[in-house]
């Protein structure tokens, strides 16, 4: 039986291909349940496409985790496997397929299949997609130009690093973030301990996007990080389930050596070792606490028990560094929805230690960047959700205010009091093409912030389009443009249009900014700003005043 949001992704599925979308981008959170979308949609979609249905995946342990759920919904249907040395039948209704096997030698092998029957096509972890395996196989399905129906799912809530995916993709249907699915009891909520190292990134160079394994692994490999990461794991999170995630091979065995050495029951597996089954089991068995991989359970693997994430593996890549922490939201076995839940579950939330190294040439990414804010943001233990919304109100309050430079969240009041009011500056990007007081979002993107707390965002997404979004006189408004320039005026025109009155406190004005303020606006300063001397300020200006009581009145007005 699908969730109700499950059914809410289904449904976006089948109306966006009846309005004629045929490529599709789902983007939701690990632990969403796409699989639970793959097994369903043979039966969901058969009135419109009744054809043979393909699913590609990269890895074998999301090939199988396929086969399994689409065959416990459908046991009438024929599925079958196509990797390495199985060949599918192409006349199977379900035929799931290693993307390497398929695409091998420009997909000659994919060319064997009837793609005229072929009507349903569905890529996993589809940030892959742009590659020429991938593009390969697209080609010689015919997927351009067609009617068959092609969803790609992905679990990064960013656009991925360097690549185009509206090359591949016309509409994301349907994006349900960790943040969401926190917020409605579907993930544990997620904590966070920042580690800082002596290490510099400096000298390492990046490759194909990311930075390069073996300089980075020579770099961070050290036993002073090492014990410094098994110190903290020991002071936070001592005897909890924990996947830890290194940089290189040696580099896990080095860190399962460390925290062995301190008396924790610690292993390292990896790709080719012939005892990985077995450790896995013992994982999940408890007989180890730590166990330490070089990238092979990003993707395929599910252990709910696991509850602590060692990102001991620097990343400027936000597709990978979403898949480390997914292997820790996921909800205990057979515990529903946690807002439901009766009694005090084994599972509530999940504990990151990253270790953040120190850089001034490389932009990394960190446990806050996963929900918009400042990577160099710490959150001092506490959880990522309750501190987005923390900064949220704040900006409520205070939306002149950048906070993309707040790094210690337990100085947000002293951050807010640090801030020069007199010398407010709008984002660049807004100065250039709006005449409204767009902000920088906590989270992202720009927030047009309007009485009665109502707002408008704009936002990038997957497919590099701007989103354009919010809600105004109780109506919910979402578009799309093609550039940042387009979106701001489209925007600024559904404001103008539904919302004429909020226009004097949002506009810009440039030709009375620097006017003195009237008796009319220092009343009102001194009513909003009670315990401060803004009012009295000699350099008040009109501009300023209206921009300080705009701010205050967009998230104090009711």
Same mark, same amino acid.
């Not at 093609?482 to 226009?503: C, H, M, N, R």
């Given at each position: ?51 043979? &249905? ?6 074998? !342990? ?58 349903? $096509?569905?890529?996993?972890? +589809? ?16 997927? !351009? ?26 509409? $994301? ?10 917020? !409605? ?76 050495? /301190? ?17 896995? !089991? ?11 991989? +070089? ?32 292997? /820790? ?41 996963? &929900? ?51 010398? $407010? ?134």
């Amino acid at each position: 039986m699908l969730r109700p949001r499950q059914v809410e992704a289904m449904t976006a599925i089948k109306d966006n291909y009846l309005k004629g979308i045929r490529q599709q981008v789902v983007s939701a959170c690990t632990g969403f349940g796409k699989t639970q979308l793959f097994a369903h949609s043979p039966d969901y979609l058969k009135d419109i496409l009744p054809g043979q &249905m393909v699913v590609l995946a990269h890895r074998d !342990e999301l090939l199988n985790h396929s086969i399994e759920k689409i065959h416990n919904a459908n046991k009438h249907l024929k599925i079958s496997k196509e990797k390495a040395a199985l060949w599918a039948d192409g006349e199977s209704d379900v035929i799931v397929a290693s993307v390497q096997s398929l695409g091998k030698n420009g997909a000659e092998r994919a060319k064997r299949f009837d793609w005229s029957k072929i009507d349903k $096509i569905f890529t996993d972890e +589809c940030h892959h997609s742009t590659g020429q395996t991938y593009l390969d196989i697209y080609n010689i399905a015919g997927i !351009e130009g067609s009617n068959k129906l092609h969803v790609g799912f992905t679990a990064t809530p960013q656009r991925p690093d360097g690549k185009r995916l509206s090359e591949v993709f016309k509409k $994301i249907v349907f994006n349900y973030p960790l943040r969401k699915s926190i917020e !409605e009891g579907w993930s544990v909520d997620v904590r966070g301990i920042r580690v800082h190292t002596k290490i510099s990134l400096d000298e390492v160079k990046s490759t194909a996007g990311d930075l390069n394994e073996r300089q980075l692994s020579d770099t961070v490999n050290t036993p002073e990080r090492n014990d410094l990461i098994a110190r903290t794991w020991l002071e936070h999170a001592n005897g909890e389930q924990t996947i830890g995630f290194a940089v290189s091979i040696q580099h896990a065995k080095d860190l399962a050596e460390t925290f062995r050495n /301190a008396g924790i029951k610690a292993e390292a597996i990896w790709d080719g070792d012939p005892d990985r089954t077995e450790k896995l !089991e013992r994982h999940r068995a408890k007989d180890i606490t730590v166990i330490f991989n +070089c990238e092979i359970l990003t993707e395929g693997y599910d252990d709910w028990q696991v509850s602590v994430i060692i990102l001991a593996r620097p990343t400027k890549s936000n597709i990978l560094f979403t898949q480390m922490i997914g292997r /820790a939201t996921r909800l205990q076995d057979g515990t529903g929805n946690l807002l439901d839940w009766k009694g005090e579950p084994i599972k509530s939330s999940c504990l990151i230690i990253d270790v953040v190294d120190s850089t001034s040439r490389h932009s990394l990414v960190t446990l806050p960047t996963l &929900m918009g804010l400042n990577a160099g943001l710490d959150l001092r233990g506490q959880s990522l959700v309750k501190t987005v919304q923390q900064i949220e109100e704040a900006q409520q309050e205070f939306s002149f205010i950048n906070f993309s430079s707040l790094t210690d969240i337990t100085q947000l009041e002293s951050y807010i009091e640090s801030v020069d009011l007199f010398n $407010i500056k709008l984002p660049e990007e807004v100065e250039k093409n709006s005449e409204l007081s767009w902000y920088t979002s906590a989270t992202g993107g720009f927030v047009l912030l309007l009485p009665d707390k109502q707002e408008v965002h704009i936002q990038q997404n997957l497919l590099d389009k701007y989103e354009i979004f919010g809600i105004m006189n109780g109506k919910k408004y979402r578009g799309e443009r093609d550039t940042i320039e387009e979106a701001f005026l489209a925007a600024d025109g559904i404001v103008q249009k539904v919302l004429p009155e909020a226009l004097k406190v949002v506009r810009q004005d440039a030709r009375w900014h620097k006017d003195p303020p009237t008796k009319k606006q220092l009343r009102k300063l001194k009513q909003l700003y009670k315990n401060s001397p803004i009012s009295n300020n000699l350099n008040m200006t009109k501009g300023i005043a209206t921009k300080l009581i705009g701010s205050k009145l967009a998230g104090k007005v009711k």
